[in-house]
């Protein structure tokens, strides 16, 4: 836990031949997992829409810069970044010690949860013992994938990878999986309260995630501090929390 001031140009003091090079951030190019709402998917139109979009948007907005989404399996992002596929990761990524020792991060922009999801009267419960002999469905790369080998895997629990969350979904409608393990609020919004997901419901206690954030390339530092300013600008004037509204009935934001 899935994803620029007023300034046009931002300058990086690449250093060629004794010649200070200004890198221009007119364009910024967002890698998104787009099964992944209410935070980024797709409307019945094809055009990507969700929270992380719209926090985008605004982001390359207060840049004045054009936004550009490359749609990647969220397995793939931290690779495509670094391999310069996309300049930023604004897909629900949440921030954690193994992904900083490969990529940076801006400043938070949201703290969700995560939940088990499977079928009413299941039983089920997040736990080791209750999941024993169970499969749960995890998308690849996430740190609900993460979680689910390291504490569940050893102890019987199959954990099932899949290249994205409808994958998920779909096996878990088809009775493939007993469960789903995934953000508290993409399984809610995007997965319990639409007509799919009816049958089912989040078991036992959410789990502590932490705060989701971009993911940028560790040398572009200046991009860093415009996407950091553009999210204090945002938190700061109202216009986050406006955001946040069209998505939520209770707030997001990070804790601190």
Same mark, same amino acid.
């Given at each position: 836990?899935?994803?620029?001031?007023?300034?046009?140009?931002?300058?990086?003091? @690449?250093?060629?031949?004794?010649?200070?090079?200004?890198? =221009?951030?007119?364009?910024?190019?967002? !890698?998104?997992? @787009?099964?992944?709402?209410?935070?980024?998917?797709? /409307?019945?139109? !094809?055009?990507?829409?969700?929270?992380?979009?719209?926090?985008?948007? *605004?982001?390359?907005?207060?840049?004045?810069?054009?936004?550009?989404?490359? *749609?990647?399996?969220?397995?793939?992002?931290?690779?495509?970044?670094?391999?310069?596929?996309?300049?930023?990761?604004?897909?629900?990524?949440?921030?954690?010690?193994?992904?900083?020792?490969?990529? @940076?991060?801006?400043?938070?922009?949201?703290?969700?949860?995560? /939940?088990?999801?499977?079928?009413?009267?299941?039983?089920?419960?997040?736990?080791?013992?209750?999941?024993?002999?169970?499969? #749960?469905?995890?998308?690849?790369?996430?740190?609900?994938?993460?979680?689910?080998?390291?504490?569940?895997?050893?102890?019987? #629990?199959?954990? #099932?990878? $899949?290249?994205?969350?409808?994958?998920?979904?779909?096996?878990?409608?088809?009775?493939?999986?007993? /469960?789903?393990?995934?953000?508290?609020?993409?399984?809610?919004?995007?997965?319990?309260?639409?007509?799919?997901?009816?049958?089912?419901?989040?078991?036992?206690?959410?789990?502590?995630?932490?705060?989701?954030?971009? !993911?940028?390339?560790?040398?572009?530092? =200046?991009?860093?501090?415009?996407?950091?300013?553009?999210?204090?600008?945002?938190?700061? =004037?109202?216009? $986050?929390?406006?955001?946040?509204?069209? $998505?939520?009935?209770?707030? #997001?934001?990070?804790?601190?």
């Amino acid at each position: 836990m899935k994803k620029l001031l007023a300034a046009v140009t931002i300058a990086t003091l @690449a250093v060629s031949g004794g010649v200070a090079q200004a890198k =221009d951030w007119k364009q910024i190019r967002f !890698g998104v997992d @787009a099964s992944y709402a209410p935070f980024e998917s797709k /409307a019945s139109d !094809g055009k990507l829409v969700g929270f992380d979009i719209d926090l985008g948007n *605004e982001i390359c907005k207060r840049m004045h810069a054009k936004c550009v989404w490359v *749609e990647n399996d969220f397995d793939g992002m931290i690779p495509g970044l670094k391999a310069k596929k996309f300049d930023g990761v604004l897909s629900s990524m949440t921030i954690t010690p193994d992904r900083e020792k490969q990529i @940076a991060f801006s400043k938070p922009l949201f703290e969700t949860p995560t /939940a088990l999801v499977a079928k009413k009267g299941s039983g089920l419960l997040p736990t080791a013992d209750s999941l024993k002999g169970k499969s #749960v469905g995890v998308e690849q790369g996430t740190i609900q994938e993460t979680y689910a080998k390291t504490n569940w895997e050893a102890k019987g #629990v199959k954990v #099932v990878p $899949y290249q994205n969350q409808d994958q998920v979904y779909q096996d878990l409608l088809s009775g493939r999986l007993d /469960a789903a393990l995934q953000d508290k609020v993409q399984a809610d919004l995007g997965f319990l309260k639409q007509p799919r997901g009816a049958a089912f419901q989040q078991v036992g206690d959410a789990i502590p995630s932490g705060a989701a954030a971009m !993911g940028l390339r560790k040398e572009d530092t =200046d991009l860093k501090a415009a996407v950091d300013k553009a999210i204090d600008g945002m938190m700061k =004037d109202g216009t $986050y929390q406006k955001i946040e509204k069209k $998505y939520f009935d209770f707030d #997001v934001a990070p804790k601190g």
